[in-house]
Structure formats: structure tokens, C-alpha cells
């Protein structure tokens, strides 16, 4: 089976052809425009989805489209209720406009989902039966594949990773909610305390991580605390904590033989897994007579959502 | 299919044959003494099981014997790790030692988790395809059930919903992790924070409700509350906050349809349903462009258990 698996991001919309092994065979790319109304989004993705499939002709036709999606979604009638990027995207059908536009069956997924999935059957979780991915960029998200299946609850609208409290009424979260992980173990949080430590210690190397990076970004208390530096040490310690207890919440209440990390932050690598394991290791409930959970990077990059999203046509 | 679904508690073992419809056909019970080996508990009711088998016929013969297990098992290999009340209970193979005694096939699972699988298929769950259960007892304990299908992780030590955190370094929990649910939502941590409160509030009307029941647990602080106590009222808003803050985790975090209370707190019903219904919708993500979850108390009572633990045998 080969499908057109789908990435809609906030910048580009990502997708290729995917064999049910897996295979990448032919990608396409397209600007978005985050302004844009459904119609001249979706409207546009048919038509390239359309002018794709005729120009690139494979041993079997193409049997499906599947789309990551980034926002709240109804996975079960192909609705998006909303997304925080894109503001006319209100109670839409994606599924039906691009049904009726390609006359191929469609599936849609959440995004972050979507990764997780092609990381849990083609990526660092293939030999895993329980994997939990987290994503670990401009916001927190994550998905949870047991069995290769998702685990996405109700009309798809689960595994909100980044909304599961570390601190009841601590930091105010991106989504009204106080106390998230996401507003601890976002890239957007650490460049947050990242600035704060700027002005508050003139001597730190983070000014010259800074300037090494070219702008305040999450890199620059790794690249100072790698270097040994006092703030840079404690920025990273602080992120650990917050999100090491954050991976144990996952392992308590799902106990995920894998967490995958992903996005920005989990660039990071060794250094941060590391840590995080050292971390986990420590502390009690989450591991004590249990089997280990690995952590691992992701390795599928900006193909696991569209690979993801082929294989909601997948067994 | 009839199946001997058997719900092993701290005080007593309680079974029945359970017909694949849910219906409870005959039950037994027998008393459980925590300090003994597991050869000696788990002997016993393996003759107890055959006992029952050769004076009970039904139009068809019991097909297997499920079994749950309070403390950390391994369902795929039918082993106990421990169990927090049973200290002798150290990596012994339940499974195989009642397979051998009663030449049945033998199934075992969390117990918390078999409370919940028999909400979901024959109790107050049965019309919802997104269920969580949260048990409100000495611990709080619980289980998720998707599609019909316990969600409990690696081995099936997953779905300890009560040691998800809701403070990070907040109170210490049994389990050795500071924060836990549990630590702010069992009926122990209730009791704790009312014997404060009586101390400190000779005036309160707890000490009233105390005599009522005849010893402080943790119904005194709803009845003072009903009656307009001031102290009562507080130490329920405290106990519904930090609840209501662990429910919207399962919210976000697994999206159910409906989230099922049982153990002893939940027999506070409505009074408690109503507050936790109402701290929820007022809290915008868990709910926000999402389908409402409803709360209700579990309806199967004590047959829950071993209904959910026959279960392991029904498709």
C-alpha cells in the first residue's frame, strides 16, 4: 500500500509518498500561510495532492491521504475545532473538502501524534510496544503508541503532554491553565529563564553563548553549561528537574517502555538524556521494581509526522 | 463463556463465576491473612477455586480463572513483584501456581485495574468507549479504559493514576515521591488535614460529625460541610481543588469520556460529583472546544473487581 502522508506545520506544509514499509519515496513541499481561511489552505493541499499523484505513477496507486494536523481535532469526523496559529481555521471539515477534491479517502490526525506514531513503527520505537514521544519546542506536545496503536482518547483530542500539571498554581501556561509542563520544558520557557539570568548576571558566559548562537535561543545554557558556567549549570539543572518530573508522571501513570524526545530541545542529546536517566534513576516510584525506561532522541526528523500520518492507513 | 473472576484483596478474597454477559452466577469469599506466604494464599485458593468448580455446574464448564492483584504485577508472565500489604509477596508466579492446582487457564491483572475494565464493560461505564476510573480510598488507585481495553502500560504496571504529581516537592506520598495525587486525594490524606482542623477549631462542627461516625475519617469533613461548618467547608474546597486539578491531568493527558469515582470517598455522590463537575468546567483547557467528560460513581460496588478480572477472558 502506498499513501500520501501529509505534515501541516506552521510554516510548510509537508508531505510524500509512503510505502506501508515505510519508505519515503517522493516528497513535495509547500509554502502556508497561517492567515489563510480553510477553503484556500485545504483547497490548495488538494489540488497539489492531485497534481502529485499524476505526475508521480509507483507500482500500485496511492490509496489514502493522511494529514497531521496542528490544532484540536475530530479525528472520528475529520473536523478541526481550532488552532492556536491559524485563526480562521473555526469547525472546519478537512476531511470532506478533500475527499470531495481528490476523491481518495482521508484520515486526520493530531499532529504531535501523528510523529509519534511514525517514530513508534518506523523510527526509535520500532522494536518497542510502548512508547510515549514528547516534543520539546515552542510549546510541549507529545503522543502515546501502545501496541503501535495511538492512544489519543476521546474524538482524538488526547495526549495533551505538555497540559499535565507539575505545579499546582505555578507558572501561567500558554493555555490558561497554571502549572503545566509546557510552561516549565518548552523551549520557550528556558529562553524565558534564559533571559531573566542574562540580566540578572553580567559575568555569566550565557552572553557569549548568546552571541555564539546569534540570538536567545534554548541552545545557549546548554552551550554555557556545557562550558562549565554557574547560571548556564543552573538553567539545565532547573529544566531537568521540571522535566524529569514530568517523565515521571508519564512512567507512574502509563509506564511507557521508551520515551522519545523530539523538537528543538532534544537536539540537545546525549547531554540532556543523561541527565534526565540520572534523574529518573533517583527518584523512587517510577522505576523501583519496574522494568527500565529508555530515553531516547528521535530519529525520523521532519518525516515522522508525514510517515505518522500514512500509516493511519496502516495496520 | 463463564469465567471465575476473583478480586484478592488485604482483608479477604472474594469470588464468583461470572457469565460473559456480566451476570454474577455464584459468588465466595474467604479470609485473606496478609502475613502469609504466597504458597499458602495462593494454594488455598486454587482448592478453594476447584472446590467451588465441583459443586457449582452451569450449562457450560469455567473456562479460566482471572484474577486482581493488589501490587505491582507482571501480567504478560502472571508474576507478582510485591504488594504493598503483603510482605511475603516477593516475585512469586501466581499464574503458574494456580494453573498447575487447577488445570485452568489463569489470568492476572492489577486490581484497580480490574475494578475499572468491569465499570467499563458492565457497569456504569458500559455506553462510553473513553473511560477512567479513580479509586478514593487508603490510596488512590485507578485504571483506563479505552474501547473496551485496559490501557495499563509495560507488563501492566501502568494506570497508577494517584502518583501523578499535582506540586512538585508538595506532600511526601507512601510511594516516596513528594506531590503525588494520592498524598492530597485519598481518604488518608483527607483524614490528616481534618484531625489538623479538629486541633485547631475546638468551635468547628467537625468534632460533632466525628462523634456521628464514631471515629475521624473521612466523612467528617463532608458532613460539618453540609451542615455550613466553616472548617468542613474549607477542608472539602481543599480536597476538590487538588482533585479537581488531578482530574483535569486525566483530561488532558487521556481525554476520556466519562471519569468513574469509586472507593470510599465517592459514596460522598452528587455533593462531590457536583463540586468536582463545576471546578472543572470553570477551568479552561481540560474543557475548552472539547467534549464534556462526565463524572459519575461506580455502580458495581464490590463485584466490580472480580466482573473486570473474569473480564481478561471476554473479547
Same mark, same amino acid.
Given at each position: 500500500m502506498i499513501v500520501l502522508g501529509i505534515d501541516v506545520g506552521g510554516t510548510s506544509i509537508k508531505g510524500a509518498a509512503i510505502r506501508d514499509n515505510g519508505e519515503v519515496l517522493d516528497r513535495f513541499s509547500v509554502d502556508m500561510d497561517r492567515d489563510a481561511t480553510p477553503e484556500v489552505t485545504f483547497g490548495g493541499l488538494a489540488e497539489l495532492a492531485n497534481k502529485f499523484i499524476k505526475e508521480h505513477k509507483y507500482d500500485e496507486p496511492i490509496s489514502g491521504i493522511g494529514l497531521g494536523i496542528p490544532g484540536l481535532i475530530n479525528k472520528k469526523t475529520g473536523e =478541526?475545532?481550532?488552532?492556536p496559529n491559524m485563526p480562521k481555521w473555526i469547525n472546519f471539515n478537512i476531511k470532506n473538502y478533500i475527499e470531495e477534491r481528490t476523491h481518495l479517502p482521508v484520515r486526520i490526525v493530531n499532529d504531535a501524534s501523528a510523529a509519534a506514531l511514525g517514530e513508534a513503527r518506523f523510527g526509535v520505537?520500532?522494536?518497542?510496544n510502548y512508547l510515549v514521544m514528547i516534543t520539546l519546542g515552542t510549546g510541549v506536545g507529545g503522543g502515546i503508541v501502545f501496541d503501535k496503536q495511538l492512544i489519543d482518547g476521546n474524538e482524538g483530542k488526547?495526549?495533551?503532554?505538555?497540559?499535565?500539571?507539575?505545579? =499546582?498554581?505555578?507558572r501561567l501556561c500558554g493555555c490558561g491553565r497554571k502549572g503545566c509542563l509546557e510552561a516549565y520544558a518548552s523551549a520557550t520557557a528556558l529562553i524565558k529563564e534564559t533571559k531573566k539570568s542574562l540580566e540578572e548576571h553580567p559575568e555569566s558566559l550565557l552572553h557569549e553563548a548568546v552571541k555564539e548562537v546569534g540570538k536567545v535561543d534554548a541552545r545557549a545554557a546548554f552551550i554555557a553549561a556545557r562550558k562549565g558556567d554557574k547560571e548556564g549549570q543552573r538553567l539545565v539543572d532547573e529544566y531537568v528537574f521540571y522535566l524529569g518530573e514530568g517523565l515521571l508522571n508519564f512512567c507512574n501513570l502509563l509506564r511507557p517502555e521508551i520515551i522519545v524526545l523530539s523538537g528543538g530541545v532534544a537536539n540537545e542529546g546525549e547531554y540532556l538524556i543523561s541527565r534526565l536517566e540520572s534523574y529518573l534513576s533517583t527518584r523512587g516510584y517510577g522505576m523501583k521494581n519496574s522494568p527500565k525506561v529508555v530515553i531516547r532522541q528521535a530519529v525520523l526528523g521532519y518525516d515522522s509526522g508525514k510517515i505518522g500520518a500514512a500509516c493511519l492507513f496502516f495496520e
Open positions: =478541526v475545532a481550532s488552532s520505537g520500532k522494536q518497542y488526547g495526549a495533551q503532554l505538555g497540559h499535565g500539571l507539575v505545579e =499546582v498554581n505555578g
